[in-house]
Each structure stands twice: as structure tokens, then as C-alpha cells.
């Protein structure tokens, strides 16, 4: 296949083959992958770091892990802003399907592998388009809180237009890719040069191909070839094999070194790292990669990041290098998920249509008392950041979508929240909004431009409804399993089979969510 990148008919045709003969084996997955390790978990500062001596979750506790505090409820009279950047990586669930698929119980599932804005934003949904001349449609949507009675739940959903491939910028690559003796696993580096090789069968002639290695050292193996050359990319993805440490801050000097040199003007000049995360020679800290990272995106190069494997699973490393790379993250368990991040989904992986994207919500306290987003622990801002051009956010791509939710009290419940230090005497206050939730700003950058624009849309009484439409419940059923399996204080009455009721009433056609109910199911049948 060439720039006609589109194809999905033969796509949703092989997945359904796939899907049908993983469901009706004995309880094995259709997925090419090894047996899986699980993570430890430690509390170190801010944030739980897998990997420690205390907690140990799955075979082993290799798997490293960061995961900030969850977010609590917020009194809306005295924290009425919530300010976090968008967030469109994938690897979360990706990983733990990986986990479920190789017979995990809940209690070997480390909390702190469990995101649940990837939860979330694994799934595509129905959303508004953009309206034309604008680079966001916007869609809000409010019904009863399904784990917790009296409470409501808030979606808040960003849609960019899909790109017709055929007009998208030129590509600049550089695959750099962990040849280290600790991907010599099948699910590592033998799957990491199929994925690859899918990617390569939609390039042309317009873009470029570089490969860097990196074990003990750094190799350049491919310079510039050209997309057309498909053979020649394919040929030296085949000749790798791996063996020694694993010297990845030399591999990310040189990758960012090769893609400087063929940049293109305009062009998608970009870094996929794929690796299973394991830095053992040079940098090798999280703080330490964000810090150089960092200053490597000033040249204008995205860096996004492949996860591969298992048992010695470094997310901590790779989030925090898609971050700062300005780049996304997805974990890659299986040919299937990696026809569906880089063929499917291509646009929105390669094709970068807004940077630095900030969201905003402001709560109306005449009716709303409290609220709380779920997930985006490692993405909240200070209220101040949202205007602050000079502040980094999330990347968004064409065809991407930004899905998050918000559990609100009503105003008037009588729930609440009690804070320990403030004065909670209040005068009352004059409510000229009443028929008013919420007020989301959206602020965001052109590619290459220094300033952002602003649009903002207003959530009314009017987008509240007693019986929310499939991609509402879808949505909240990937937050009720996130919590779930993280064993959240929020939860509620949130329960596996609560959601595998919920799933048998709808009538779903996506692949990928038929998956997802499947993997309730089997989590179900282990407790």
C-alpha cells in the first residue's frame, strides 16, 4: 500500500477473524505474546514507584511503575478551575490487557500500572466534529453517576478531523530501537521488526527512513532511505538481533542528531523509540531523561515511544519520555495492536495538528457542589498554567480524541466537602447562571506557533439527560473498570459484574470493545 492509508475494511475484517477465534479458545488469547510479569509497587515521594521490596504484584516485580495520588473531590466555591493538559496515550490498557490476557488476578494487577484517562481514551466514541474553520468539535454530555447514587457524571469529550493520508505532511523518521540483551524475548524484538515492517508498507517515496541502534553502543544501521525502498528498511530491520546493556541516552543523542540532519520543513519530523524501557548505561533516571529530552524538542523533532515485553517493563521511563517528547505512548502487545497504532490510527500517531493542548473547567457553584476528574493525575496544571503560552502541555493528532470525566455533587446534596484549613463560612452568593454546569476552555497551538488560541463552549442543563447514549456508558464502564482494578476509594458500587450486565444490554460493533467486555468477563471468572 501506498499514501491510500485508509483501508480500513480489510482491517475490521481480519480483526473480527482474530477476535472470533480468540474467544471461542479455551481461555488463550490470539495474541502473539510470552507469559507475563507484573510489577512491584513502592511509595517514594509523590508517586508509587514499582519494583520495590515491599509490594509485590504478578510472577515477579521487575515492572517499574509511576502513579501520582488520586484525584479527590474539589469544593467547587473553593477550587472552582480544574486545569490539566490532554493526554492521548494508550499504553495503560494495553499493558493490562496484557496482564489479564496472561491469567492475572485482580490482586496481582499493580494499581499503579492502572491509568484511567487510558482507560478512557483507548476507544474511539461518537463525538461532534469541529465545526468548519475550527480545530476541535466539542461534546458534553451529563447523566446519573452509574457507581454512585445521587452523584452525576460529567463527559467531556475534544475531536480533531481525520487526515486524508494522501495530504499529509512528508515524514521525516528515525525508528530507534533497544537492541539490548533484554529484548531478545519474542514479544520484544522479534515483534518490535513486524510492527515496524507494518508501518514501512505505508510509507513513499516523500518520506525518509533512518534506523539507530543502541546495546553497549550506538549503531546508525539505515540513513534517509527513501519510504519507496521498502525492501532495503525491511532488509535491515531483519539483520538485528539483540545482545549487551542498553546505553539509551546515546541512542537519543544520535536519533535526535540523524533527524535534525534530514529534517523537513512542514514535514512530520519524528523519533519512534521502541524498547521495553530498560536503561542501564548513561541516563538512566526518569528526571534525568526528562531533563534532557526536553531540551532536544526545541529542535522542532516530536519523540514518541513504542512499549515492548514483559518483566522488566520500565513504563515509568517510557511515559515520561512521550511526554516530554512531545510525542504519545502505546504499549504494543501483539501484531494485532500494532496494526491498529501504526496503520489504523496513523494519522493521529504521526500526523501532530495541535500543540501544547490545555482544558479547563470551570464549575458553576449554583449547580454543582463538588466534582472530581478521574484519571490525569501525571496532567493536572495549575489554574495560572492555562494561559501561560511558555507552559508545556499534550500533542493532539489528526483524528485523535480527548475523552475525560467528571463525578459532580449537585449543588444542594448536601455532601458537601469539608476542608480542614479553610473558613468554611460562607456568605450567600448571587447565581445568575443557574442554568449553567460548567464552562470548558480549550487552548492550544498551530504547530510551530508560540501563541494559543482560545475556544471555550458552555455546558447547559440541556446536555443532562436520564438515559445516556452507548459511547456515555461506554465511557464510564472503562472508568469503573480502571477503578476497579486500581481498588479506588471511589468506586462506589462499581462491580465486574456490574459492568458485564451493562455490556450484554448494548448492541456493540467495535471490535476493540467486544475485547474489552471480554476481558471483564475473564477478570470476572478469577474472583
Request: overall charge negative.
Amino acid at each position: 500500500m501506498k499514501r491510500n492509508r485508509n483501508q480500513k475494511k480489510a482491517a475490521v475484517a481480519w480483526m473480527a477473524v482474530m477476535l472470533a477465534a480468540w474467544v471461542t479458545g479455551c481461555g488463550v488469547s490470539g495474541r502473539d505474546m510470552a507469559s507475563a510479569d507484573a510489577p512491584a509497587a513502592e511509595q517514594e515521594g509523590s508517586y508509587e514507584m514499582a519494583g520495590g521490596a515491599c509490594d509485590f504484584y504478578g510472577p515477579s516485580s521487575g515492572e517499574e511503575y509511576e502513579k501520582n495520588t488520586e484525584n479527590g473531590f474539589c469544593d467547587v466555591r473553593e477550587q472552582p478551575l480544574s486545569t490539566f493538559s490532554a493526554d492521548v496515550d494508550t499504553a495503560s490498557y494495553a499493558n493490562v490487557r496484557r496482564m489479564i490476557e496472561n491469567g492475572y488476578r485482580l490482586d496481582e494487577i499493580d494499581p499503579a500500572a492502572v491509568r484511567a484517562e487510558e482507560f478512557i481514551n483507548y476507544f474511539t466514541y461518537d463525538l461532534n466534529l469541529p465545526k468548519e474553520g475550527e480545530l476541535f468539535g466539542i461534546t458534553a454530555k451529563i447523566a446519573p453517576c452509574p457507581w454512585q447514587e445521587g452523584h452525576d457524571l460529567l463527559m467531556v469529550g475534544l475531536r480533531t478531523e481525520e487526515i486524508d493520508m494522501s495530504q499529509a505532511p512528508d515524514n521525516n523518521l528515525v525508528f530507534l530501537l533497544d537492541v539490548s540483551g533484554s529484548m531478545a524475548d519474542d514479544n520484544k524484538l522479534p515483534l518490535l521488526q513486524k510492527s515496524l515492517k507494518e508501518l514501512v508498507n505505508e510509507l513513499d517515496e516523500r518520506d525518509r527512513v533512518s534506523i539507530v541502534t543502541y546495546a553497549n553502543g550506538v549503531n546508525i544501521v539505515l540513513e534517509g532511505a527513501s519510504g519507496s525502498d521498502q525492501n532495503e528498511i525491511c532488509r535491515a530491520l531483519d539483520s538485528l538481533y539483540a545482545d549487551g546493556g542498553t546505553n539509551g541516552e546515546g541512542g537519543i543523542q544520535r536519533a535526535y542528531e540523524l533527524a535534525e540532519s534530514f529534517m523537513m520543513e512542514g514535514g512530520n519530523n519524528r523519533i519512534l523509540i521502541a524498547t521495553d524501557g530498560d536503561l542501564n548505561i548513561g541516563i538512566s533516571e526518569p528526571d534525568e531523561l526528562e531533563a534532557l529530552v526536553e531540551e532536544k524538542r526545541k529542535s522542532g523533532v516530536y519523540l514518541s515511544v513504542l512499549g515492548f515485553g514483559t518483566g522488566n517493563l520500565k513504563d515509568n521511563n517510557m511515559e515520561r519520555l512521550a511526554d516530554c517528547g512531545n510525542g504519545n505512548y502505546a504499549y504494543i502487545d501483539s501484531l494485532f495492536e500494532a496494526r491498529k497504532v501504526l496503520v489504523e490510527e496513523m494519522g493521529s500517531t504521526l500526523v501532530t495538528v495541535a500543540e501544547d493542548v490545555k482544558l479547563q473547567v470551570e464549575f458553576n457553584p449554583a449547580t454543582v457542589e463538588s466534582y472530581r476528574l478521574i484519571g490525569y493525575e501525571n496532567r493536572m496544571l495549575e489554574a495560572e498554567d492555562f494561559r501561560d503560552d511558555t507552559k508545556d502541555a499534550g500533542e493532539i493528532g489528526a483524528g485523535h480524541s480527548v475523552v475525560a470525566l467528571y463525578e459532580m455533587t449537585p449543588a444542594g446534596s448536601g455532601e458537601e466537602i469539608t476542608l480542614k484549613y479553610q473558613d468554611n463560612d460562607r456568605e450567600e452568593e448571587a447565581q445568575p447562571y443557574s442554568d449553567e454546569y460548567a464552562t470548558v476552555s480549550v487552548r492550544y497551538k498551530n504547530p510551530g506557533e508560540k501563541t494559543s488560541n482560545l475556544i471555550s463552549f458552555v455546558v447547559s442543563i440541556r446536555e443532562r439527560t436520564e438515559t445516556p447514549d452507548e459511547d456515555y456508558v461506554f465511557a464510564s464502564m472503562a472508568a469503573e473498570f480502571a477503578m476497579i482494578l486500581s481498588d479506588s476509594p471511589y468506586k462506589g458500587t462499581a462491580t465486574l459484574e456490574g459492568i458485564l450486565k451493562t455490556c450484554s444490554a448494548l448492541d456493540l460493533e467495535d471490535e476493540y470493545k467486544k475485547e474489552f467486555c471480554q476481558l471483564v468477563r475473564m477478570m470476572a471468572k478469577r474472583e
